[in-house]
């Protein structure tokens, strides 16, 4: 990967996070460079987080991995009580 590709995923990565942190300050947002796959850390639904990502021009839909599988004591923060 060039510099200037690696350059641009980073920017991007920012800007995914930044958006995503006017609505929860604590998300984190992990780009793949390679496969341009996401990780999103979040408490917000998923359907607002493809929704923000979409509106800054960016692909995005859930995967089956978006909802793992829970063990006792586990959370990953996305339950709602």
Known sequence: MSENALHTAQQRQQAMT???R????????????????LMVMTTLPTERVIALLKSMGEQAKATSAELPSHKAGQCCGGCSQ
């Open 18 to 20: 930044e958006a995503l």
């Open 22 to 37: 006017a609505w929860d300050p604590e998300a984190e947002v992990t780009l793949e460079s390679r496969t341009g796959r």
